[in-house]
C-alpha cells in the first residue's frame, strides 16, 4: 500500500467557548444567572461587582442570595419609578430581593405575623398538648399519633399498624391509640387527626355550638352521603333529608364552608417571588418595553489586577491574563443576554398590544418562528429567551412563553389564540345559570354563533387545563 500526502479543505460550524457561554447564560433564569455569576466572583478575580460608592448597599439577611446589586445613581432614579408603578408585595420578601416597604416601620408591628407564620403543626400541637391534663403515657401516645400526621392534619395509617410499629413491652394495642386519637382531635385547628376526609368534616361541624342551624343535617350528609353531596345528586338527598331546595342549599353551604385541609396553614411552604426581567409601560399611548434594572447583575473588571497586567506582560501572569479575558466575555455575554431578552420582548409587545389594552380575550396567534424570523434570530434562541423569563405588565407578571400559543380557525378565515378562546369560556362559565349551567356542546354552538369554530373535545380539553368543573359538578340548587 502507497502512502501519500493530500491536501483537503472543508467547512464546519466550530462553537467558540464564548459562544457556547453566550447561550447558557440565555436560557438560564434570573436565580440560576445571578447564582452562575456568584460562582464566577469567586473563581475568578478579575470579575467583581459594580457597586454604587455614595449609597452603599443594604447588607443582605444571612442565607440571601445575591440577586440584586447595588446601581448607580442613575438605575437607582429608574428603580424608584418602577416602584411607583409596582405593587410591593410583587417585589418582596424571598432570594434578597429588596422590599419597597416602609424601612422606617416599627419592628414591633412586622415581627409577630413573622414568629406566628413559622410554626409547624406540630409544635401547635404539641403546646396545646403540655397543656392538657393527661399521664405521661396518654400524652406520649397523642404526641406518637401527632409525628404520624401527613401535610394535611390526616392520619393515613391503621391503628394497628401504629400499634404494631411500638416495641411489645410496653403492651399498647389499637384501643389505647384509640383514646389517644380522641385527644388529638380535640385540639385545634378543628378536624385535625381525621382519618378521611367525612371524618374531618364531621369533626369541624361538631366543633359548632349546638344551636347552629342545619347542623344535625349537616353532620348526617358528610357521615353518610358525602359522595351523594360530591355528585351533586340533590333529588337523592332531598328525599334522603326529607328537605325542600332553601334547606338543602342551607345545609350545602355550610359543608363547603368547611376546612377539608385544617393543616394547610402549617405545612411551611412559602411563597415563591418572581422578579420580572422586563417592565411593561404605556409611554405616549406606545406599550414600551425596559429591562428592570433590579434583575440586572451589575459587574466590571477589577482595576487594580487590570493595571497589574497592563504594566507587567511576562509569562508568570499568563493565568491572569486568561481571567481578564473570561471576565470581559462573562461582562459582554450578560450585556448580550439582557439585550436579546428586551429586543424579544419588544416584538412580543408590539404582536399582542391588543392583550395589553383589551385582555385575554384579544390574544392574537403567535408562535416563536415569527419573532424569529422579524429579529433575523434563531427559533432556538427565541424558545431560549422566553424560557423561565417574566415581563410585569400592568394586568399582572407573565412568562414571556404565555404570549405564545396555538390557533383556531374563525369562519371568517382569521385566527383565534387558543388563550383568548380559554378566556371566553372562563367568561361564559362566570356568567351561567347555576342551575342550569352550560355544556361543552352548548358553549361550542355559542362561541360558532360569533365565528369562532371549535369542536366539543377541544372545549373539553380547554375547561380542564383552566380547572373548570364538568357541567354536572357545576349545577346547583
Not at 102 to 123: F, I, K, Q, V, W
Not at 197 to 215: M, S
Not at 324 to 338: C, M, T, Y
Request: hydrophobic share 35%; with cysteine.
Amino acid at each position: 500500500m502507497k502512502h501519500s500526502l493530500q491536501l483537503k479543505l472543508s467547512q464546519h460550524l466550530t462553537l467558540t467557548p464564548q459562544l457556547q457561554q453566550s447561550i447558557r447564560l440565555l436560557q438560564l433564569s434570573t436565580l440560576e444567572l445571578n447564582q452562575e455569576i456568584e460562582r464566577f466572583l469567586q473563581e475568578n478575580p478579575l470579575l467583581e461587582r459594580e457597586e454604587d460608592e455614595e449609597s452603599p448597599a443594604t447588607p443582605a439577611a444571612p442565607g440571601q442570595e445575591a440577586a440584586i446589586t447595588t446601581t448607580s445613581s442613575t438605575t437607582e432614579t429608574s428603580s424608584q419609578e418602577t416602584q411607583e408603578s409596582q405593587p410591593q408585595s410583587d417585589w418582596s420578601g424571598e432570594e434578597g430581593y429588596t422590599s419597597y416597604g416602609n424601612p422606617e416601620s416599627d419592628d414591633d408591628d412586622s415581627e409577630p405575623p413573622l414568629a406566628a407564620g413559622s410554626a409547624t403543626l406540630r409544635e401547635h400541637l404539641l403546646g396545646q398538648l403540655s397543656l392538657m391534663p393527661l399521664s405521661e403515657r396518654d400524652t406520649q401516645l397523642v404526641a406518637y399519633l401527632i409525628d404520624n400526621l401527613n401535610d394535611d392534619g390526616f392520619i393515613q395509617d391503621d391503628l394497628g399498624e401504629l400499634a404494631g410499629l411500638l416495641p411489645e413491652e410496653l403492651e399498647i394495642d389499637s384501643d389505647d391509640l384509640s383514646i389517644a386519637l380522641k385527644y388529638l382531635q380535640s385540639l385545634e385547628p378543628a378536624g385535625v387527626g381525621a382519618r378521611n376526609i367525612g371524618e374531618c368534616l364531621a369533626l369541624q361541624i361538631e366543633a359548632l355550638p349546638e344551636d347552629t342551624p342545619y347542623r344535625a343535617q349537616a353532620l348526617q350528609v358528610v357521615r353518610e352521603n358525602l359522595d351523594t353531596l360530591a355528585l351533586r345528586d340533590y333529588t337523592k338527598l332531598k328525599k334522603i333529608l326529607r328537605c325542600d331546595d332553601d334547606t338543602l342549599r342551607n345545609i350545602q353551604s355550610l359543608i363547603t364552608h368547611l376546612n377539608p385541609r385544617p393543616a394547610a396553614n402549617y405545612t411551611g411552604s412559602e411563597a415563591r417571588y418572581v422578579v420580572a426581567d422586563v417592565i411593561v409601560k404605556k409611554v405616549k399611548g406606545m406599550w414600551v418595553a425596559s429591562l428592570n434594572p433590579d434583575a440586572m447583575p451589575k459587574l466590571r473588571v477589577n482595576r487594580m489586577y487590570a493595571d497589574i497586567l497592563h504594566r507587567n506582560r511576562d509569562a508568570s501572569l499568563q493565568q491572569l491574563s486568561g481571567q481578564l479575558q473570561e471576565a470581559k466575555w462573562l461582562i459582554k455575554n450578560v450585556q448580550q443576554r439582557f439585550d436579546t431578552i428586551l429586543r424579544v420582548s419588544q416584538a412580543i409587545i408590539d404582536r399582542q398590544r391588543h392583550f395589553f389594552e383589551h385582555g385575554e380575550v384579544a390574544m392574537r396567534p403567535l408562535v416563536l418562528r415569527e419573532i424569529a424570523e422579524t429579529l433575523t434570530l434563531h427559533e432556538s434562541t427565541v424558545s431560549r429567551v422566553t424560557t423561565q423569563k417574566f415581563m410585569f405588565t400592568p394586568r399582572g407578571i407573565f412568562e414571556l412563553k404565555y404570549f405564545f400559543g396555538s390557533h383556531v380557525t374563525t369562519e371568517t378565515g382569521g385566527a383565534c389564540s387558543a388563550t383568548a378562546i380559554r378566556a371566553l369560556i372562563k367568561q361564559l362559565v362566570a356568567e351561567e345559570d347555576a342551575r342550569s349551567p352550560l355544556s361543552d356542546s352548548q358553549i361550542s354552538e355559542i362561541l360558532g354563533k360569533q365565528g369562532i369554530v371549535v369542536a366539543r373535545r377541544t372545549i373539553a380539553k380547554y375547561r380542564e387545563s383552566l380547572q373548570i368543573l364538568p357541567v354536572n359538578l357545576r349545577k346547583a340548587i
